[in-house]
């Protein structure tokens, strides 16, 4: 099973900064089969990047995925209002079980 | 677009089976992707427990394999999870979902709690 961490724990920054957030593999990830999901309180998460770096459907262009093999990275150009939530990785390329790292909370500083 | 929707009991005893159904809507089970369901206890993060395709075939994380089974019924466009022998860390927000392995339509949840 691969187990993905992700750093920091917690991101505080103001509105209109960038946001860099981490997520490292115990292994690497067969054919960078790595997403990234968006979790506000109270909803269920939302898909915003999958196969590292293609953006979903909807999904704003400030988001950005990069990496590769064990090392990969959420980009976030500049903060919106609404961009403070958690933020959680998730590997699907390994048989399963599809394992998800324990998440970056994003918060207003 | 798909869409799906858990619904079940939110309070199941200890030592007794959570089941939940997910409607399946906008859609087919038939669209040919893996049918998924997560679960995030309270104040925790994502756990995936397992999928199931249309054809029957099933994964299941290794932690949860001996107490799971996601079942599918065709005919009502809807697919289960049963899990047996709950206790209080089973107490958690299921959701269910439609995924190509990562997971691009969830539903909206729903939260089972474990407690006599």
């Known amino acids: 099973e691969i187990v993905l961490t992700q750093s920091p724990g917690t991101l505080s920054l103001s509105p209109g900064e960038r946001a860099t957030l981490s997520c490292r593999a115990s292994q690497s990830v067969s054919s960078n089969y790595l997403a990234w999901y968006q979790q506000k309180p109270g909803q269920a998460p939302r898909l915003l990047i999958y196969g590292a770096s293609s953006r979903a459907t909807g999904i704003p262009d400030r988001f950005s995925g990069s990496g590769s093999g064990t090392d990969f990275t959420l980009t976030i150009s500049r903060l919106e209002p609404e961009d403070f939530a958690v933020y959680y990785c998730?590997?699907?390329?390994?048989?399963?079980?599809?394992?998800f790292g324990p998440g970056t909370k994003v918060d207003i500083k | 677009q798909v869409q799906v929707q858990e619904s079940g009991p939110g309070l199941v005893k200890p030592s007794g089976t959570l089941s939940l159904t997910c409607s399946v809507s906008?859609?087919?089970?038939?669209?040919?992707?893996?049918w998924s369901w997560i679960r995030q206890p309270p104040g925790k993060g994502l756990e995936w427990i397992g999928r199931i395709y249309l054809s029957g075939s099933t994964n299941y994380n290794p932690s949860l394999k001996s107490r799971v089974t996601i079942s599918l019924d065709k005919s009502k466009n809807q697919f289960y999870l049963n899990l047996n022998s709950v206790t209080a860390a089973d107490t958690a927000v299921y959701y269910c979902?439609?995924?190509?392995?990562?997971?691009?339509?969830w539903g909206q949840g729903t939260l089972v709690t474990v407690s006599s």
């Open positions: 906008g859609g087919s089970l038939s669209s040919g992707n893996w």
């Open positions: 998730q590997q699907y390329g390994s048989s399963p079980p599809f394992t």
């Open positions: 979902a439609n995924s190509r392995g990562y997971i691009y339509t």
